[in-house]
């Protein structure tokens, strides 16, 4: 069965982080796909792939085996060209921690979210190799920075990053890092922070907060990190942090309007 897991680190000596796998697999005239969230530990020879969740299943009936076949090869071609690698090890069932809690969770933190803008377009006009390369020197930037700032990978969507924090300021500081560090890539990115509430049910964080940092992050425009008010109040009153004030917004698919604030310097 031809197994790809979606590109976005350093495959040999990254370990800890969330990805996406996808699967095909033809019997006679029927094609089986099965695709969705993985976790990745461990790094080269020794990698570990596992489920996070029951993955999502499909199954195509091509009516002969030439039409299979030929719709199993252009799923894995386009697959190829969507920045995934080819995935040589096993797919292991979902993990389940031996302390985990049935019950729900809730929790508050700062939500960063950050993404490459026109990665689309720079993929197009470097080619796939050079790309890949590059993508991941900036998981490797972004990763360092989370590190210093004591941040929480969450999940990782293409070239984007969703990560959390205890405290505003530390969220601020990470996306300015990670602003000035990716430059020397060739890269620009966007920011956006929100702070909230979310719950942990089933080792998963689910919320609205995580939703509004989304919608935060699609108004910043290349360079720009912007916060939600709740961040920017949220923020000691002695706090060395300068804001702009960018407007009143309507965020997509979220209730009422906010106010955003652009961090400067």
């Known amino acids: 069965m031809p197994k790809f897991l979606r590109i976005g680190v350093h495959w040999s000596n990254v370990s800890g982080y969330t990805s996406k796998a996808w699967c095909i697999r033809r019997v006679g005239s029927t094609v ?15 990698r570990k792939v596992h489920w996070t969740r029951s993955p999502q299943e499909k199954t195509i009936r ?3 085996a030439q039409r299979a076949q030929d ?9 190829r060209n969507h920045r995934y690698e080819p995935l040589t090890g096993p797919i292991a069932n979902q993990r389940r921690s031996a302390g985990a809690s049935a019950e729900p969770k ?17 993929a197009a006009k470097l080619g796939d190799a050079r790309w890949t390369k590059i993508i991941g020197h900036y998981y490797a930037a972004v990763r360092k920075e989370l590190k210093t700032s004591r941040g929480k990978e969450v999940v990782t969507t ?15 500081a990470c996306a300015t890092a990670i602003q000035k560090a990716v430059r020397t890539l060739g890269l620009d990115i966007r920011a956006g922070l929100h702070a909230g509430d979310y719950t942990m049910s089933g080792g998963e964080m689910v919320g609205l907060a995580f939703h509004i940092g989304t919608r935060v992050a699609a108004k910043a425009r290349a360079g720009e990190v ?40």
């Open 32 to 46: 089986f796909l099965k695709w969705g969230a993985v976790e990745v530990q461990g790094a080269g020879a020794g």
């Open 71 to 79: 719709y199993a090869k252009a799923a894995i071609a386009r697959r």
């Open 62 to 64: 091509c009516g002969t």
């Open 158 to 172: 293409g070239d984007g990053v969703l990560a959390t924090f205890k405290a505003p300021a530390a969220g601020i």
């Open 106 to 122: 809730q929790a508050r933190a700062t939500i960063l979210i950050v993404d490459i803008v026109g990665s689309t377009a720079k």
């Open 226 to 265: 912007l916060v939600s008010s709740a961040v920017k109040d949220s923020l000691k009153t002695q706090s060395t942090i300068s804001f702009r004030d960018h407007g009143v917004h309507q965020l997509k698919g979220v209730p009422e309007r906010w106010r955003l604030w652009r961090v400067e310097g």
